[in-house]
């Protein structure tokens, strides 16, 4: 965000919703049992990997 400067908030830009997402897990974190059934399935091989 600092190298590109306030066009890296523009919509239209993948960057934006990159950060946006990143920033918004710090306030809503994903469940922790949730979170962890999630991660076993997916190293279990019974869960696709997360895009």
Do not use: C, I
């Not at 600092?2 to 919509?11: I, Q, W, Y």
């Not at 830009?13 to 809503?28: I, M």
């Amino acid at each position: 965000m600092r190298t590109v400067g306030g066009p890296a908030l523009s919509r239209r830009l993948p960057l934006e919703r990159l950060f946006r997402d990143a920033r918004a897990g710090l306030y809503n974190p994903p469940q922790d049992p949730a979170t962890l059934k999630l991660l076993g399935r997916w190293v279990l091989g019974d869960e696709q990997p997360l895009a």
